[in-house]
């Protein structure tokens, strides 16, 4: 379990990486945390002629709130990020999810925007940025552009990122007084990815919702928005209608782990219990 | 909650491990970590497909890169192996033995027949540049349908091997005995159910490894290895290669677990040897990667136990019909593990009138079986969950049809039905010890509280007998090489090796407190031929029992040397005498005594002072044979679970073993293999599963895949003992293999007592959280 | 095969320039060209812990890296780890009064995790420090051992029936 031969590029900045990208195409894989690309290349699943790794581009690594939102730079260390108490603050469901990830170790070196480019459906991270409408920030040949959350998990590991763009920051909303944050997950073991994963988040005022999100994980091709679930909660449904709504319209497939009918059947649990815990942190 | 005998100076006592600070600080020595200069290193090319004919082997590409150095594929080693055989299994039928064996080649020549089966063997200056060319290898092969399946593999559709008539290896059938049926067709109760362990694997946390470094002038052969077995692996290199054993040296230093995945020169490692004889020009490596090592390292439990029971009303039991099946893949580590001992043992703990046992062991095109803590361990699996669902159909506790069957003291001596005889066991007591931990009542009541709630609780209980150190053929004995040197220290020289069964402790305990000497004056070498006596290793729970009976009996021998020339030099009588920390001394009269220190110098430079006609030195051998060939230990465990009825998840509560090893050693150590042992036996029950898909191709060749139980999953492991001695020498019984043979029947048992009441009674591993909620879904809708 | 280069690292305090492929995993340059044979190679995909480091005062798994994106890095290994005097740090010396180690091979990473944990941790609850260890597999001890020896360093009971090592 070796890499194939790679030639190595440590770029400054980002027009530099864009650049190599622009030349190399795609003989040309970004390096990030590499905790999902590493194993996948000592494994021989993926070989790349250039591996260009963005851990010393300077501009990646940093965490600031402004203007309603908090921006989480590309490699922001899952752990740093864990951590913040920025995060904490402003971003409970993204704090909440990212203990879920793998283990410490995995954390320390894994980033925030590595996990959400990888866009794996059962990861908690995609899921996250999904459910609360995060923005995505590209940088590419022409420059910039924002792409909103739910325009970017296209299929299994597949993102819409343009071939010789990357991922160079995502901004979260930041939800105001009364909300309330949960990332519910069924795993076989601690650290495990997710046979059943469910990010819920509740704003109350008056004593009803008023503002309702809820992100599926290993429930799909992709992870989910659970749009009617949503709609239930607003319309005043309960935590476990919310749940039935939610699982209705999945349709999950079998693994070695889960059926695809286990996991259609938990996820009504597994919603419920994110809704419970949501509301119940914003005081219902 | 103990039942202890008197610990001696050091025997008995809670040691802290000599061979930790080195292995803490880094400083093991395992097999990856031999470097040797111009050493090469391998990789395999192996197949992708299960079953299917070659066509073409392409290696021209391969052998063109720069830093390879060699490719070699089955038409290059195979024609060079002289004989292929394990010395523990002995000679195939065709040589003249009784074994059935797969055809063993090192490398796949015409066809393959497991997805990764080695085709070829590449050697290059690093592992990076044999994997590139491994992938410059092209093979193409004519796929065929692949045989998967116990069941499917013995209707012989197709032939995994087609040297073979039959995929069935070797079968047992079940004795047609007219009394016995005639007992069966009048019993009050018959009941029959089919069990089915899932596939499971050893998973040392090193894989294999092997350095091999044969000079084709000097004319010897040196090997480093991850073996368990260093007599073995000299044997079977001397025997692949033709080279006489006396030009074989064979040496495992840190071993980093074997499990019983180790035990046996594999057709990997023979590929291995075979390719470092050809190539006699440098020393190679190959260190299995861990696809490897889930793919084509051997594997195990994959098993159906067909059991029929017959029981009166009040639950006694009145005779057993069990037909075991195993899936022995395609190439298994010697041959079907475990269907005659499971056979013989599945009586167990009770008092069973008769048992009639049958088996068939049968390849498919998947990875071979091997040899895993405690093969023969499905009786186990099997016979303790029937109790339970046989208690259950008779509306019985499942405590109280254990109570009228088991073996109590006064029974002993007790001869089972199938022809074990029991000295010195206590099942009875174990059980109770157990029960008595748990406090029955207050479970009993938290769990009907609980079930208010709509909250699984269950409880599960089992019980064995464990023919440890079995003592058949190479396995009967081991031998201890023991030598006092100048200074008055002592070197034992045994067959055993170190993949953590802390034998570098508990052998110095024996000795030192035989001896009569400061443990720390003691050192166990071992795990090199050159040093160390012929024997089989370490395996089979038998190094306490025969390599401790070994030393003891060196030690002894050493001992009464000593004394001989202590008495002569002190002018008193041997029986005079004592030892306390290496110094002899007359007894009552300690000014006159002699430290080890001087005593050993005397005896190997002045002859003059040595009693007259006594040979010089300090040196002894002892070989120990224990008196039977099996020396029975046994334990009780309980387990106690919840299930989360929404999800099927299952969580450990608490977990509670009571057993008896005979006299413990160490009890620190004991302590330790035990909670190893249950780790393993409640992975194979609710987390590891090797799946292969209907063509054969493995789908659990990462971690991520196969799932090890870790710290957050396991509970604290709450153990009790009862030491009684058995006939042995040193009164111990093995122990190495249990907690993983009855921890799997615990864990299930309690499962199946959560969810029972609820229609659910489970046979089949794994029970994972998908497997739970569809049972219950099944038991809902039924 | 791309062309090798120059790799400047330092390790346990010490600079080291060793010439390697960019595609060199850092567990196979501190093994093979530095000889530092404690980081242990269990599964070359970041889930057996084994290979763990200390990488800039982190835990990393030595085998998800290349030793060329380390350049100006401090790591540390189970030999940087370790005293070097012939004692052992407070987690190993846990390790070994609690019998956390069986052969042994797992334990370069346990040590090397939970040095870095306990040092930043120094207070964790009983939950923490098995989530904590999650991240490691040993296949030996069932992590009796381990967890009591983690419980031993970060102050919190450990259960009464563990039969103690006794010094001799």
Known sequence: ???????????????????????????????????????????????????????????????????????????????????????????????????????????????????????????????????????????????????????????????????????????????????????????????????????????????????????????????????????????????????????????????????GAYRKQVAAVIVRRAVQAAMQEAGA | MNTRLTAGRYVGQAVKRIEDPRLLAGRGRYVDDVQLPNMLHVAFVRSNVARGNIVSIDTSEAKALPGVHAVYTGDDLNPRVQQFWH?????????????????????????????????????????????????????????????VGILNGARDDALVHKEKPSNISDTMPIPEVPEVEALFATAPHVFTRRFHQARATNVPMEPRGIVVHYDRYAGDMQIWAATQSVSEWRSSAARLTGLGENRVRVIANDVGGGFGQKMMVTRDEAAVIMAGHLFGEAPIKWTEDRRENLMTANQAREEIFDVTMAVTDDGTLMG??????????????????????????????????????????????????????????????????????VAYELGIDPIEIRRKNVIKAEDLPYTTCTTMVYESVTPSETMEQALEMLDVDAFRAMQAEARKEGRLLGMGLAVYIEPSAIAFGILSSDQAIMRMDNTGKVIVAMSTGNHGHSLETTIPQVVAEHLGCDINDVVLVQGDTDSSPMGPGTGGSRSAVIAGGAAQTASLRLKDKILQIAAHMLEASPEDLEVNNSVVSVKGTPAKALPFAMIA????????????????????????????????????????????????????????????????????????????????????????????????????????????????????????????????????????????IVAPPAVANAIHDALRHLGVHPTDFPLGPSQVLALMNEAAQA | MSDEVIVKLNVNGRDHKVMVEARKLLSDVLRDDLHLTGTHVGCEHGACGACTVIVDGAAVRACLLFAVQLEGSQIVTVE?????????NPFQQAMQDCHGLQCGFCTPGFVVSMTNYLDNNPNPTDDDLKIALSGNLCRCTGYRGIINAARTVAGLPVPANAADGSDH
Not at chain 1, 52 to 73: C, F, H, M, P, Q
Not at chain 1, 187 to 209: E, I, M, W, Y
Not at chain 1, 240 to 246: F, I, L, S
Not at chain 2, 713 to 726: A, K, R, W
Request: hydrophobic share 45%.
């Open chain 1, 1 to 259: 379990m070796k890499p194939s031969s790679f030639n190595y590029h440590a770029p400054a900045s980002v027009n530099d990486v864009t650049a190599l990208l622009a030349e190399h195409g795609d003989d040309a894989k970004v390096l990030a945390g590499g905790q999902s690309l590493v194993p996948m290349l000592s494994l021989r699943l993926a070989a790349f002629e250039h591996l260009i790794d963005l851990n010393k581009v300077e501009g990646l690594a940093g965490i600031t709130r402004s203007n309603g939102t908090l921006r989480v730079g590309a490699v922001v260390r899952q752990a740093v990020a864990e951590h913040s108490a920025d995060v904490a603050t402003s971003v409970p469901m993204l704090a909440k999810a990212l203990p879920h990830i793998g283990h410490f170790q995995i954390r320390n070196r894994g980033t925030v925007g590595g996990s959400i480019a990888h866009a794996d459906p059962a990861s908690e991270l995609p899921a996250v940025a999904l459910a609360l409408d995060a923005t995505i920030e590209a940088a590419g040949p022409g420059g910039t552009r924002q792409i909103a959350a739910a325009d970017f998990f296209v299929s299994t590991w597949q993102t819409a990122l343009d071939e010789g763009e990357i991922l160079t920051a995502v901004e979260f909303p930041v939800w105001g007084p009364g909300s309330g944050f949960a990332v519910e997950e069924l795993t076989r073991r601690h650290g495990d990815f997710a046979l059943v994963g469910a990010a819920a988040g509740v704003q109350l005022s008056g004593g009803k919702v008023t503002k309702a999100a809820l992100g599926l994980f290993g429930l799909g091709p992709t992870p989910l928005r659970a749009a009617e679930a949503e709609a239930a909660l607003l319309a005043g449904a309960d935590a476990a209608e919310v749940g039935r709504v939610a699982a209705s319209g999945l349709n999950p497939l079998d693994d070695i782990h889960a059926s």
């Open chain 2, 320 to 389: 057993a019909k069990v037909f075991f099946w195993e899936d022995i893949g395609s190439y298994p580590a010697g041959a079907g593990a475990g269907a005659g001992l499971a056979g013989g043992v599945f009586p167990g703990p009770y008092k069973f009138p008769v048992v009639l046992p049958g088996g068939s062991a049968v390849f498919t095109n998947t990875v071979g079986k091997a040899a895993y803590r405690g093969p023969w361990m499905g009786e186990t699996v099997a016979r303790e969950q029937m109790m339970d669902h």
């Open chain 2, 601 to 740: 110098p005397i005896a190997y430079q002045m002859p003059e002072m040595l009693p007259p006609g006594m040979e010089m030195g300090l040196e002894v051998t002892a070989r120990y044979q224990p008196p039977g060939p099996f020396t029975w230990s046994n334990a009780a465990h309980v387990c106690t679970v919840e299930i989360d009825a929404e999800t099927g998840h299952t969580k450990i509560l608490r977990y509670i073993v009571s057993e008896d090893c005979g006299r413990m050693i160490n009890p620190m150590v004991v302590e330790g293999q035990i909670a190893g042992g249950v780790v393993q036996g409640i992975g194979g029950v609710l987390f590891e599963h090797l799946v292969y898909d209907d063509e054969g191709n493995p789908l659990t060749t990462t971690f991520l895949d196969y799932l090890l139980p870790t710290a957050p999953e396991v509970p604290d492991i709450e153990i009790g003992h009862i030491e009684t001695l058995s006939p042995t020498l040193g009164g111990y019984k093995g122990m190495g293999e249990g907690g993983a």
């Open chain 2, 87 to 147: 010395t523990m299994i002995g000679p195939p039928i065709e040589m003249g033995g009784q074994t059935h064996y797969a055809p063993l080649k090192p490398l796949a020549q015409g066809d393959v027949r497991f997805v990764g089966d080695p085709i070829a063997i590449i050697i290059a200056d690093n592992r990076y540049i044999a994997e590139d060319a491994a992938d410059l290898v092209q093979v193409e092969i004519d796929p065929l349908p692949a045989v």
């Open chain 3, 80 to 88: 940087g780890v370790t005293p070097g005097d012939g004692t052992l």
